[in-house]
């Protein structure tokens, strides 16, 4: 990056009262990036197959894909919404908003929400709008919805939180902004009945009624002599799992956090751009260079590495069952061991990049490419 691109984003020309947006994709990018490796011969170990696939139009904003138990909830670039039965891809209820958008949904099955392109919020109850709310400030994280609430982070990571049946904003929590914030999705959920929102380097706990803080914990501890060094905004997607959040700082460190407590039980300083997933075993996570590691959930020992995939740009991945999933810039789903690391299976979809991470209702996974492919996938 240019000493003139950096100056630029330091003074926050976006928006006068937003600190300055980084591209996770620029930031460290150089002019002669590292060739990606080649695909590995791959002897199936596992069986599995696309079982149906449906299309939506390109996806060019920060996608986020919506499993629930037997569905998933899915927007495409140009407003588009759909919740889809995982078993066959039946469209339940589907949105057309003829809007882009800027971030994607949030739903819990019923409700919807989305953020467009003009900074409006739109709610929706089954595909059906109810209102749109102006927002001051950029959204590129999609919005949480639970409890008949919308909630939502934006750029500059304050919290935000309104009725999703009428759109009352009911609160607001900002902490003082950082220099710079990624532009880039950041992390937001629930454990039990607290809100838990990335701000910064630190996962905090709000309460979803009042909007008062009730913890917060570190996921990284910024170092370096300038605000670029010291960036390591919290990521998503984020690992729930039992009492643990798990979580990236961007370029920083992999942690887990204790959700009861709102402490930090574990610490591994590792570079990387994407979320992590996970289950009560492993937390799995690429570095910059897209090496693999899985660590043990309970106390962050390494369980392996893997580096057959280095420089494929990959998804943050998806731990179902004895398989880690993960896709990559060329649509190829790339299925793992869990114990060792080892590919087990390799799935091609429509050959443009995997735009988020895998997602699973029951047995099936849903990837959503570039292209707006949505394959859905069953391993057996």
Known sequence: MSTTSLNLLRRGLLLATVPALLSACSLFSTSKEARPAALETVTPAIAGKVVW??????????????ALADS????????RIERLKAA????????????????????????????????????????????????????????LVAGERIFVLTVDRAVLAFDAIDGRKLF???RPGDPLTLLQPGAITSYKDTLVVGQGSRLAGVDPLR?????????????????????????????????LLCARGFQSAVSCINAERGSTVWTRNVGGAMGV?????????????????????????????????????????????????????????????????????????????????????????????RNGGLFALRPQ
């Open 211 to 243: 909007g008062t803080i009730r913890w917060e914990a570190n996921v990284a501890n910024p170092r370096g002599t300038n605000e670029v060094e010291r960036l390591a905004d919290v990521v998503g997607p984020l690992v729930r799992t039992g009492e």
């Open 88 to 143: 066959d891809g039946t469209v339940v209820w589907r949105a057309d908003l003829k809007e882009r958008l800027a971030a994607g949904v949030g739903s819990d099955g019923r409700y919807a929400a989305v953020v467009t392109r003009n900074n409006e919020l739109v709610s929706l109850d089954e595909g059906k709008t109810l209102w749109r709310k102006p927002l001051a400030v950029p959204i590129l994280t999609a919005p």
């Open 277 to 369: 997933g996970g289950d009560a075993q492993a937390i799995v996570a690429a570095d910059a260079s897209d090496r693999l590691t899985a660590w043990r959930t309970s106390n962050g020992d390494v369980l392996w590495n893997a580096e057959q995939f280095l420089n494929r740009k990959l998804s943050a991945p998806l731990l179902l069952g004895q398989s880690v999933v993960v896709g990559d810039f060329e649509g190829q789903v790339h299925f793992l061991n869990r114990d060792t690391g080892k590919t087990q299976l390799r799935l091609p979809t429509d050959g443009s990049a995997i735009a988020a991470a895998p997602v699973a209702a029951g047995n099936t996974i849903l990837v959503v490419t």
């Open 72 to 79: 998933f909830v899915v927007a495409d670039g140009d407003g």
């Open 53 to 66: 696939q449906q299309r939506l139009d390109s996806i060019r904003f920060p996608l986020n894909t919506v």
């Open 172 to 174: 607001e929590v900002r």
